[in-house]
Structure formats: C-alpha cells, structure tokens
C-alpha cells in the first residue's frame, strides 16, 4: 500500500501543483512559466525517501489519513528540492542527479542569447535562488490543504526542520569558508542538523502526527531520524570521494576541487599523508591526476578507513535504537531494514 502511494497519489499531487502554478505563471510572464517547469523537472528523478518514510510512519500508525498523508509527502518533496536548489546555489554547483541543474539551465539560456558569463551566471543564480523561494512557500501551502487534527503539529515540525536545516547549511558554509572549525564532532553535529532533521527526523514525525502517534512515538522517530541521518550522510561523504560516478551521478572530485570539509577531510587533518598533498585540495582547476594523489593520502592517513568504520558503527546504533523502540513493529522492520541500506548504498 505504502509503496503504491508514494509512486501514484504523492506524484499526482505533485503534477497537479506544477500544472497549477505554470498555468497561474504563464500570463506573467514567458520565462516566469519556464522557471516553473524547470522546477517541475527538478523535483522528478529523485528517490522519494522522504515521501517513503512519511507514508510509512502513518501506515504504521493506522493510516487514517491516507490522502492528507499524501500531500503532506508532497510538501516534504517540495521542501527537499528546494533546500537542493539553494544549496547548489551556495556551492556553485552546476550538475544535480547527472544533469545540468535549474541554475545551470538559465545560465545557458542567457549565454545562447549573448549575455556576458558575469550577466549569465547571475540569472542563473536569481533563478535558483528564486526558484527555491518558491518551493518552500509552496511546501507550506500544500500543508495549508490538509484539515484533519495533525495539520497544526505538522506544522511546526516542517518549521523545524527547516530550522534546523539551516543551522547546518550554515555551519557547512563556515566549514568550507573556514571561519568555523571543522573537527569531526562539529561535522557530525552539521550532519544531525543538515540531513537528519528535514530528510529522516522530520518526514517520520510528520507521518505519525498525521495518524495520532502521540507525543512518545514522535521523540522515538525523531531520535532514530537523526540517527539514519547521520548514517545516510557518512555514507555520503565516503561516495563523494570513493564512489562511482555511474551509480551516484555526480563527479567524485567536485568535493575535493572545492575543497569541502567532508568528515574524511576532517578525520585527515594533520596527518603527515594529507599535510604532504593539502595544497592541492581546494584548487579549482584540481586535475584527475592530482584529485588521486589527495584520494591516497586520504587512504594512507586512515581517513577512508575510519569513516568506513564510523558508518558501521552508525549502522549498529541505529538498528539497536530502532530495537528498543516503542514503535510498531512492521516499522521497526523497514527501519531495520533501511539502516542496512543506508550503509551499503552506491548511489
């Protein structure tokens, strides 16, 4: 049931906002409507984990809002595409999921139409930003739909999540800017924030709210949230580095080019390996050859090996948290189920 409405009531929600918003767009303008469409494709391709995890918690819960808790999945999926637009906005990223990005495809469109690269690359950056404006307005709106007892609770666990989504933007801006220090404990802590609060915590909570899971089920999903969060992100550095290309769609040396401080950066900090070749992380014209040499110092200091060990650490701590739960036990077992993921994931 769970994964037939992820796959055909959220999408339809989700079709049936877009088609409103590019039809209440188009009068206003020709590249107004463009800009809606490019973020109706920006929200297509996606995992929809976070839909998943809402409709789980509620079905768990009873489900008796199924089409409430629909919606609801609709307005996370709008609340995460557009914390992605925004962040490659900050990041300067020009490829999301294999493709160029909204940000990207403006910037194209100016450039085709002979404005400068400085001219093209601020419409491109308005249009993301913008565009990711209206998506979080819009998760907000979609919530506004809903009218059973849960709505208000809703609420204000979309309101914190994004709060806390935000301190750990900030904190990874600082991290990369370098006026915050990034050891391994404020990493992880940016993780806890950034990833497992809107992305696990957040969509979990939702889901129960909607059913009426009370106020003990809530603190549980939110802890075991985080905690896959956290998971989920660990993981996600590691790929970032070491991980295919093919299967994660993105570069594995755009985070050594911009030099990100990613928990194996961090784990290597000081070591004589990573001292030895630090100068070339962070180079924006960081060639292949030179993003290898950081990949084995990153090996050689035991970054890569100590992160691995963290994600199977992570991985036990969230499945004995999931275990001593009060949760039902159908999701205590795709909660089970999606930590062992999370840790083995290639994509």
Not at 175 to 199: E, H, I
Not at 313 to 324: F, Y
Request: glycine share 10%; net charge negative.
């Amino acid at each position: 049931m769970t994964e037939m409405l992820t796959h055909d009531a959220v999408d339809v929600v989700l079709a049936d906002f877009f088609a409103d918003q590019v039809r209440r767009a188009t009068p206003l303008a020709e590249h107004y409507a463009l800009l809606w469409r490019r973020l109706a494709r920006s929200s297509e391709g996606g995992k929809r984990l976070r839909p998943r995890l809402l409709l789980d918690a509620h079905a768990a819960f009873g489900g008796p809002h199924p089409q409430d808790a629909a919606v609801a999945a609709a307005a996370f999926e709008l609340l995460h595409t557009a914390l992605l637009l925004h962040d490659d906005v900050l990041d300067r990223d020009l490829t999301r999921r294999g493709r160029p990005n909204l940000a990207a495809e403006f910037a194209g469109d100016a450039s085709q139409n002979g404005l400068s690269p400085d001219a093209a690359t601020a419409w491109g950056t308005a249009s993301g930003i913008l565009g990711g404006d209206l998506l979080l307005s819009s998760a907000y709106a979609l919530v506004g739909r809903i009218r059973s007892e849960g709505r208000a609770e809703l609420t204000d666990i979309i309101a914190e999540s994004l709060f806390r989504a935000a301190a750990g933007e900030h904190d990874d801006v600082g991290f990369g800017l370098g006026t915050a220090p990034a050891t391994p404990d404020r990493v992880l802590r940016m993780m806890a924030n950034k990833t497992g609060s809107y992305s696990f915590a957040g969509p979990l909570r939702a889901g129960g709210a909607l059913a009426g899971a009370g106020p003990q089920a809530s603190a549980e999903l939110e802890q075991v949230g985080i905690a896959l969060g956290m998971l989920y992100q660990v993981r996600d550095d590691l790929l970032g580095v070491f991980g295919d290309p093919h299967h994660t769609g993105k570069s594995t040396t755009g985070d050594l080019r911009e030099g990100k401080r990613t928990l194996l950066v961090a784990c290597a900090e000081g070591h004589p390996e990573w001292t030895a070749v630090r100068h070339l992380w962070g180079r924006p014209e960081l060639d292949d050859a030179d993003a290898d040499l950081l990949r084995a110092a990153l090996v050689a200091s035991g970054a890569r090996a100590a992160v691995a060990e963290l994600i199977d650490a992570k991985r036990r701590a969230a499945v004995a948290m999931v275990e001593r739960s009060g949760l039902p036990t159908v999701l205590k077992r795709e909660l089970t189920g999606l930590a062992v993921r999370l840790a083995e994931r290639e994509s």
